[in-house]
Antibody
Framework: EVQLVESGGGLVQPGGSLRLSCAAS????????MHWVRQAPGKGLVWVSR????????SYADSVKGRFTISRDNAKNTLYLQMNSLRAEDTAVYYC??????????WGQGTLVTVSS | NFMLTQPHSVSESPGKTVTISCTGS????????VQWYQQRPGSAPTTVIY?????PSGVPDRFSGSIDSSSNSASLTISGLKTEDEADYYC??????????FGGGTKLTVL
């Protein structure tokens, strides 16, 4: 059974940092591109970042470029999102999702990041 | 930047049919596949339609997807509405850098 489990969310002050993790199981993690998608409270889904299967190629939304870094450890079957210089507008539930031909076939349950003083 | 526009909300009665539209801002929406996700409150999104009109296993055939090139839009149609279909629905496609693009979401009320 495919499972994606996010962790690492929490309360952080503006300007602070946080690293999210997404533990994958039930499939060959190293064969799939992965994405982070976020959803601010009461708002819609917004794509954040993606990484290819071996980690050699990444892409970011303009709103997070230069502040967030996506990475992966295929030996540990884990996807990461390092978030620096956090702002109030980064407050959201962050989902990791598996890419199947440019769409998300499996999603994690999400982890909440709250940026507030 | 490529954008997808959805109606904010739609409502219909149980047993009826509802269609949710998703209009592309530029280029041809038919150039890249469109997906539809269902999201119930407090839950992660799940796919109801992928690659324009394909249903994942377990999704009832009451859900169908289509593309209309003349209006540069995609549509999700749900027939025989059930109260359990009440949820937010998002269309999604992607751009040339493989970034996902989501519509703003449509709240479906079944009343």
């Amino acid at each position: 059974e495919v499972q994606l489990v996010e962790s690492g969310g929490g309360l952080v002050q503006p300007g602070g940092s946080l690293r999210l993790s997404c533990a994958a199981s039930g499939f060959t993690f190293s064969s799939y591109w992965m994405h982070w998608v976020r959803q601010a409270p009461g708002k819609g889904l917004v794509w954040v970042s993606r990484i290819n299967s071996d980690g050699s190629s990444t892409s970011y939304a303009d709103s997070v470029k230069g502040r967030f870094t996506i990475s992966r450890d295929n030996a540990k079957n884990t996807l990461y999102l390092q978030m620096n210089s956090l702002r109030a507008e980064d407050t959201a539930v962050y989902y990791c999702a598996r890419d199947r031909d440019s769409w998300g076939d499996y999603w994690g349950q999400g982890t909440l990041v709250t940026v507030s003083s | 930047n490529f954008m997808l526009t959805q109606p904010h909300s739609v409502s219909e009665s149980p047993g009826k049919t509802v269609t949710i539209s998703c209009t592309g801002s530029s280029g041809s929406i038919a150039s890249n596949y469109v997906q539809w996700y269902q999201q119930r409150p407090g839950s992660a999104p799940t796919t109801v339609i992928y690659e324009d009109n394909q249903r994942p296993s377990g999704v009832p055939d009451r859900f169908s997807g289509s593309i209309d090139s003349s209006s540069n839009s995609a549509s999700l149609t749900i027939s025989g509405l059930k109260t359990e279909d009440e949820a937010d629905y998002y269309c999604q496609s992607y751009d040339s850098s493989s970034a996902w693009v989501f519509g703003g979401g449509t709240k479906l009320t079944v009343l």
